[in-house]
DNA sequence: TTGTAAGCGTTATCAG
DNA sequence: CTGATAACGCTTACAA
C-alpha cells in the first residue's frame, strides 16, 4: 500500500472518512506507472502520484506546493485533498538538485562558549522555524593549519544556502570572501560592525563596557584594573577600547600595572586577578572582559581573604550562567545574543530581496547583581 | 572560463604546471555540451565534464569517487588528475537523490545543559569528520503538545541519514518507534540501557552516583541529604537508584526528611539545599544530582553561614564547568559525552553492517575536588 | 574493466 | 490558468 506510512503521518487526526479519493489513488497507480515509480516498494508518494490522484499535471502540484498565485482554488484544493491523502511530503532533495541550492543553513564557529553557540542556534532555530530550512553546525578549530581548506571543503561539498559566522571566526575577512567566491551567502555577528549591513549583525560593546565602567565610576572608584581579552580578538578590543574610553572620560587614571592580560578563560582570570590584586595598592575594583575571567578574578580575590563586593568590586561581561551561580552573583553585561541570531538568520534568507538590508546593532544592558559596591571612603 | 573559481579551491598549491589537461578540457567543453550543462555560466563543473576530459565514461567517474575497487590504475589516475585539474566536487544534493537518501545526521535535543549539548556535537563531528556527512541539530520542546509532530514532519522532510537523540529526550520510546516507521536510523544516548544494542549508548549513573555516595560513607558521613531530580527524567531515577543502593549497602538510613526533589536548575537547587539544611540535626553531606543543583546547595549553605566543607560536604553530577568554578570547587562526577557522542555517530554509520552492534556503556569517574571532607566526630 | 540507458523527484521553459 | 518536456547531477542495473 503505497504511502501508507506516511499516510499517517500528516494527520494523526485523520480518521476513516473521505479514504474514496485514496482508492482511486491506488488503482491508478497499480497500473501504468510509468513514469515515476515512487508507489513501488512502498516509498514515499511523489508529486506523479498527488498529480495522477488529483488529475492534474506534475507542475500543478509543484505551483500548489510552492503557493503559486496562479491558480484556480478549486484546482488547489483537489491537489490539496490528494496531497493529505496520500501523506506526500516534497523531498528536498530532489528539490535541492533542481533549484540549484538546498535549504540548509550553516553555523560556523570556533568558540569556546558554549552559552553562546547555543543561543545563536535557538535565535537561528526561531528564525526557520515553519520552513524547511534546517540548521547544520560546524565548529572549526581556529590555529590550525588546515581550519580555512577545511571549511572551503564543507561549503563546496555542502552547497549551502547561505551560513551564519559567529565571533571570533566571524571576524576573519578572508572566510568571507571565500564565501563570496563559493557563492555562498553569509551573515557575520560581532561585536562591531565587521562588513557591510547586508552582512552583519552585531553588538556594541565598547559601548556596553563604557557604560559598566561608569557604573563603577560613579560608585567611586577610581582604580580600577582591567583584565583584558587575548590578542586577536575584535571583542577584546572592542571592550578594552570601552573601558579606556569612560576612565578617559572621566579623567581617570589607567596604569598599565592594572592591566592584565587574558585568554577569556577561567585560568586566565585566576591569574590575572592575582597580578592586579598583589599591586600596592591594589584596585578597589575589576572590570573583567568576560565573566569566565571574571569569576576567575573572584577566586583570586577569596584566595587572599578579600570579600567581595566589600573590598572589592567586579563586574563581567556576557551574562553566562556562571555570572548568577557565582558567590556573589556577578554584575555583568547581557548581550541579546539570541535575537542576533534570529536577526541574523532572517538577514539571510532575506538576502535576495530587493531593499537593501538595514543596519543591525543591538543594545546590550548592564545586569546589575551583587559583586559591586560603593567605595567607601578611607579614614 | 569554467570551473576556474573552483579550480582553486581544492589545489592551492597549484601553481602553472600542468594545465594542457585543463585547455583540452576548454575544448571538449566548448562544442558539444548536450547533456550536463555543467560548464555553462561559471556553475561548477559536474561528473560530465569530468568524463569528457578523461576521456572515459560518466559512471567510470563514478566509480572513482566512489573507491570502487574494479578500475585499472591508469584509469584511476586520469580521472583524478581531470577532477583536480577541474576542481570538481561532486554534488551531494544529485547523489542524496539516486541513492535514496542525504548525508546529514541529526541531533535530536531538549536538554537545557548546553555544555552536553555541545560536548556531544563534538563527539559527533568527530566521528563524521573526513566523510561528506554534516551534523544537522534540531532543538525541541519537550512539553509543547505539537513537540512530536514537529518532530515527525522535521524527519519526514529532512528524509535524513540517521538522527542521534540526546537525554531526556531519547527516553522517549514513542520517538524512537517514529524513527523507526520513518525509516530514520537512530541511536539513543541516556543514563541506562534504553534500546537494543544497536540504538543505544549509554552510561551507568547508577553505578556512578553508588560509588559517589560511598566516597562520602568512607569519610564517616551519616547523615547524607539527596537532592533528586525531576520526575520523569530517567536519568534522575538511575542516580537515585545508586545513590539509594549505596546507602543500603553500607546500612546507613535514608529517612524521607533528607531527600528533596529539584528540577535540575540552580534555583531548584538552593530551595531543595534549604529545605534538607533546615533539618534537625541537619545533614553532613548531600549529594545533589547534577552541578547547577549542587551549586544551589551550596548558595544555601552559604546563606546559613555553613563553611563547605567543613560544616558540610557536596557532591554533584555532570561536571560541568560550574562545578570548577564556583568555590570551593565541587567534587562531582564526570561522564564521557563526548566520547559517548562520537561513539553514537560511529553505531549510527555502522548501521548498515553485519555484525551485531556491540553494547557500549561508558564509564563515569568520580572527580575529587574540594566540597568533600572527613566528618569529624564530635565532642 | 568499462560503457549505455534509465531512473531518482523536483522545478523551469514555453507553449497552449 | 495549465500542461508537456527538458533539465538538475548522480547512481544503479545491465550489457559489452
Given at each position: 500500500?503505497?504511502?501508507?506510512?506516511?499516510?499517517?503521518?500528516?494527520?494523526?487526526?485523520?480518521?476513516?472518512?473521505?479514504?474514496?479519493?485514496?482508492?482511486?489513488?491506488?488503482?491508478?497507480?497499480?497500473?501504468?506507472?510509468?513514469?515515476?515509480?515512487?508507489?513501488?516498494?512502498?516509498?514515499?508518494?511523489?508529486?506523479?502520484?498527488?498529480?495522477?490522484?488529483?488529475?492534474?499535471?506534475?507542475?500543478?502540484?509543484?505551483?500548489?506546493?510552492?503557493?503559486?498565485?496562479?491558480?484556480?482554488?478549486?484546482?488547489?484544493?483537489?491537489?490539496?485533498?490528494?496531497?493529505?491523502?496520500?501523506?506526500?511530503?516534497?523531498?528536498?532533495?530532489?528539490?535541492?538538485?533542481?533549484?540549484?541550492?538546498?535549504?540548509?543553513?550553516?553555523?560556523?564557529?570556533?568558540?569556546?562558549?558554549?552559552?553562546?553557540?547555543?543561543?545563536?542556534?535557538?535565535?537561528?532555530?526561531?528564525?526557520?522555524?515553519?520552513?524547511?530550512?534546517?540548521?547544520?553546525?560546524?565548529?572549526?578549530?581556529?590555529?590550525?593549519?588546515?581550519?580555512?581548506?577545511?571549511?572551503?571543503?564543507?561549503?563546496?561539498?555542502?552547497?549551502?544556502?547561505?551560513?551564519?559566522?559567529?565571533?571570533?571566526?566571524?571576524?576573519?575577512?578572508?572566510?568571507?570572501?571565500?564565501?563570496?567566491?563559493?557563492?555562498?551567502?553569509?551573515?557575520?555577528?560581532?561585536?562591531?560592525?565587521?562588513?557591510?549591513?547586508?552582512?552583519?549583525?552585531?553588538?556594541?560593546?565598547?559601548?556596553?563596557?563604557?557604560?559598566?565602567?561608569?557604573?563603577?565610576?560613579?560608585?567611586?572608584?577610581?582604580?580600577?584594573?582591567?583584565?583584558?581579552?587575548?590578542?586577536?580578538?575584535?571583542?577584546?578590543?572592542?571592550?578594552?577600547?570601552?573601558?579606556?574610553?569612560?576612565?578617559?572620560?572621566?579623567?581617570?587614571?589607567?596604569?598599565?600595572?592594572?592591566?592584565?592580560?587574558?585568554?577569556?578563560?577561567?585560568?586566565?582570570?585566576?591569574?590575572?586577578?592575582?597580578?592586579?590584586?598583589?599591586?600596592?595598592?591594589?584596585?578597589?575594583?575589576?572590570f573583567a572582559c568576560n565573566d569566565e575571567m571574571a569569576a576567575?578574578?573572584?577566586?583570586?580575590?577569596?584566595?587572599?581573604?578579600?570579600?567581595?563586593?566589600?573590598?572589592?568590586?567586579i563586574i563581567g561581561f556576557d551574562d553566562t550562567?556562571?555570572a548568577?551561580?557565582?558567590?556573589?552573583?556577578l554584575t555583568t553585561v547581557?548581550?541579546?545574543?539570541?535575537?542576533?541570531?534570529?536577526?541574523?538568520?532572517?538577514?539571510?534568507?532575506?538576502?535576495?530581496?530587493?531593499?537593501?538590508?538595514?543596519?543591525?546593532?543591538?543594545?546590550?544592558?548592564?545586569?546589575?547583581?551583587?559583586s559591586?559596591?560603593?567605595?567607601?571612603?578611607?579614614?
Open positions: 500500500m503505497p504511502g501508507s506510512d506516511r499516510g499517517r503521518a500528516t494527520s494523526d487526526r485523520e480518521t476513516e472518512g473521505r479514504c474514496a479519493l485514496a482508492d482511486v489513488a491506488l488503482a491508478a497507480l497499480g497500473s501504468g506507472s510509468r513514469e515515476s515509480g515512487g508507489s513501488v516498494r512502498g516509498s514515499s508518494p511523489t508529486i506523479n502520484d498527488v498529480a495522477r490522484v488529483a488529475g492534474v499535471s506534475k507542475k500543478t502540484v509543484s505551483r500548489v506546493i510552492n503557493d503559486s498565485p496562479l491558480l484556480r482554488v478549486e484546482t488547489r484544493q483537489r491537489v490539496e485533498l490528494a496531497i493529505a491523502e496520500l501523506g506526500f511530503v516534497p523531498n528536498l532533495q530532489a528539490r535541492g538538485l533542481a533549484m540549484g541550492h538546498n535549504s540548509l543553513i550553516g553555523l560556523i564557529h570556533d568558540n569556546p562558549n558554549s552559552q553562546m553557540v547555543l543561543g545563536v542556534q535557538q535565535g537561528i532555530l526561531e528564525a526557520i522555524r515553519d520552513t524547511d530550512f534546517a540548521l547544520v553546525v560546524r565548529p572549526v578549530d581556529r590555529g590550525s593549519p588546515g581550519m580555512m581548506d577545511d571549511v572551503r571543503r564543507f561549503l563546496e561539498r555542502q552547497r549551502l544556502f547561505g551560513v551564519m559566522l559567529l565571533p571570533p571566526i566571524s571576524e576573519n575577512d578572508l572566510l568571507a570572501r571565500h564565501c563570496a567566491e563559493l557563492g555562498c551567502r553569509y551573515v557575520r555577528m560581532g561585536s562591531a560592525r565587521l562588513d557591510a549591513d547586508a552582512h552583519c549583525v552585531s553588538s556594541n560593546d565598547a559601548e556596553a563596557v563604557a557604560a559598566a565602567t561608569r557604573h563603577l565610576i560613579v560608585r567611586g572608584h577610581r582604580r580600577i584594573g582591567l583584565v583584558a581579552g587575548p590578542h586577536g580578538f575584535r571583542s577584546a578590543k572592542e571592550r578594552r577600547a570601552g573601558f579606556e574610553a569612560a576612565l578617559n572620560e572621566a579623567n581617570v587614571a589607567l596604569p598599565r600595572s592594572l592591566i592584565a592580560q587574558g585568554d577569556y578563560r577561567f585560568d586566565s582570570g585566576v591569574i590575572a586577578g592575582s597580578r592586579l590584586l598583589d599591586q600596592v595598592p591594589p584596585p578597589t575594583a575589576i576567575g578574578v573572584l577566586h583570586a580575590a577569596r584566595q587572599r581573604d578579600l570579600a567581595v563586593p566589600r573590598d572589592l568590586s550562567p556562571i548568577a551561580h557565582v558567590w556573589p552573583p547581557r548581550w541579546p545574543i539570541q535575537a542576533m541570531g534570529q536577526a541574523a538568520a532572517r538577514k539571510l534568507l532575506d538576502g535576495s530581496s530587493d531593499a537593501p538590508a538595514p543596519p543591525s546593532v543591538f543594545p546590550s544592558k548592564l545586569i546589575v547583581r551583587g559591586v559596591a560603593d567605595l567607601e571612603v578611607g579614614p
